[in-house]
Structures are given as C-alpha cells and as structure tokens.
C-alpha cells in the first residue's frame, strides 16, 4: 500500500518528494539511515501503472536523503479530475545482515486543478 502525501501538488507547478532511507529494527523499532547501493530508480505513474511524462526508470545517485522533483507535464491534468499519482522508488542496499537487499517503496500524492491555466 502506497503511503499517501497530504499536501497536494499545483497542476503544472512544481512539487519535490524527499525520500529518507532507513533500515527498520524488528526488535525495537529504531531506525538506522542507510545509502541504497548505485543503480536507485523511481517512476511516476497514474492509478493503472501507466508512466507519466515518460518517467519510468530514472536513475538517479543514491544517498540516505534522495530529492524527486516533478514540474511541468510530471503535474499536467489530462482532463478529469482529481488526478493521483504514484512515485515508485526501486533499488537495494547492502546491510550488516546481508547484500543486495531489496528497495521497494511508493508514495502517493493528489493533484490540485488550478482554474484557468494554460
């Protein structure tokens, strides 16, 4: 299940998702920041999985604090509305337990109809 983002985005403004990661303990709960090993992708997706602005796959570089920015057509509404979005962000990282353990993890976020905008 997606984790819901309050704040809706501006149709066709800008809006940055800042991704933390953190590895969880099952005994007690604490969390540890890790860095995802080189090769972390998200995509941008409406409610069928169908990507958005051509945003499937985008590398970026890995680090414990990861900013997605999405502008433009990322925020563009095709007509009806309201309009949800989906990023998905995919990767692995290596652990004191083991190696190549999997990232997968996705958010979700409305999109606010702005009136007469072009």
Known sequence: MATKISTKAQEGSTFM???DFFEVSSENGERTPITPNPGLKWSLTDNNGTAINNRS???VDSAESVPIILSGLDLAIPG???????VTVEGTYNSVFSDNLPIKEQVSFQIENLVAIS
């Open 17 to 19: 998702i800042m991704v």
């Open 57 to 59: 796959n985008v590398v």
């Open 80 to 86: 009806a509305y309201p309009v949800e979005r989906y």
